[in-house]
């Protein structure tokens, strides 16, 4: 065989092999413990305790509401075949039907982590009108626990147990890795206390009733335009009590969100000439370079410039 041929048949073979092996790369299984999380703030969780050693994906696609999201066959079939599986009970009716046809290897369910059960169940948090009067209240049912930095530390371990009997051999780095990530969220958590320690006021008119828990760790009020629901709209009589709250209280601010209409919120500033801003509740990663901890410092900054803290 000439030369030229010898070469022509060698750069044959390895153009072939080079093919294979990316098919497959493309193919091949994902490694480490497999870990559906159901939305984002659980997912970050996983992501900070598991490390390299976990895979974490989420039910919620980025930027979606995660409150009716429907499963895909395939996700539903993940959830079955993952190692552990992290989600809240009662908050998505997918994920909570889809765990109980595939009873997955290992379960964290958030709404049963002793602390946040405590703070999602307590009479204090039961409804109430959503006025200043109400004062520190969160609405019956309301989810959003990871707005108070302390509840969503309280996950970590939890986490970690779950990781640790899916893959024993690593029980050190996930202890270690969540005690990291309660000491971190323990200092976001003095962030908060010292930003909003001394402020000429303490109201928080938000789009929806979704920062109770904030609301309740900071010493805050929050009045929402709509409950629980994003996507509900006040009724004439309540933005009228909205007119009255901010008059009341002096309020400078109503907080729109990134993923809800701000068409409401918008026009009500600005017959009462007053501003907007945005309060992240943290429900999906808005922006894939500004994690969990990212949103809730730009959310303590808003906070602040709102409310004219020292």
């Given at each position: ?171 050190a780095q996930y202890a270690a890795a969540a005690g990291r990530l309660v000491a971190d969220l323990d200092a976001l958590d003095g ?120």
């Open positions: 065989m000439s030369t030229r041929l010898r070469a022509t048949a060698a750069s044959t073979v390895l153009v072939g092999a080079a093919t294979l092996l990316a098919g497959c790369s493309a193919t091949a299984e994902p490694t480490g413990v497999q870990v559906p999380a159901s939305f984002y703030p659980l997912q970050y969780v996983v992501e900070q305790v598991g490390g390299d050693l976990v895979n974490v994906t989420s039910m919620t696609p980025p930027g979606a509401e995660p409150h009716d999201i429907e499963l895909s066959p395939r996700q539903v079939r993940d959830v079955g075949d993952a190692d552990v599986v992290v989600y809240l009970s009662g908050f998505q009716a997918a994920v909570d039907a889809a765990v109980t046809s595939r009873a997955p290897a290992h379960l964290v369910d958030a709404a049963q982590v002793p602390s946040i059960a405590e703070h999602m169940t307590a009479e204090e948090s039961g409804a109430g009108d959503g006025t200043a009067d109400d004062a520190h209240a969160n609405e019956s049912g309301d989810p959003h626990f990871w707005l108070d930095p302390t509840l969503l530390a309280a996950l970590a371990p939890q986490v970690a147990g779950a990781l640790t009997a899916a893959d024993p051999d690593n029980t962030e908060f206390t010292d930003g909003l320690g001394q402020c000429e006021r303490r109201v928080v008119v938000t789009a929806h009733a979704a920062f109770g828990y904030l609301a309740e760790r900071y010493d805050l009020t929050q009045v929402g335009l709509s409950g629980l629901d994003p996507e509900a709209e006040p009724s004439p009589s309540r933005l009228r009590e909205i007119r009255d709250v901010v008059e009341q209280y002096g309020v400078t601010t109503v907080f729109t969100e990134a993923l809800v209409s701000p068409k409401v919120a918008e026009t009500l500033a600005g017959d009462l000439g007053i501003s907007t801003a945005v309060l992240d509740p943290v429900e999906s990663q808005v922006d894939e370079a500004t994690d969990y901890r990212g949103a809730m410092e730009q959310n303590l900054s808003a906070l602040r410039a709102a409310l004219g803290c020292a």
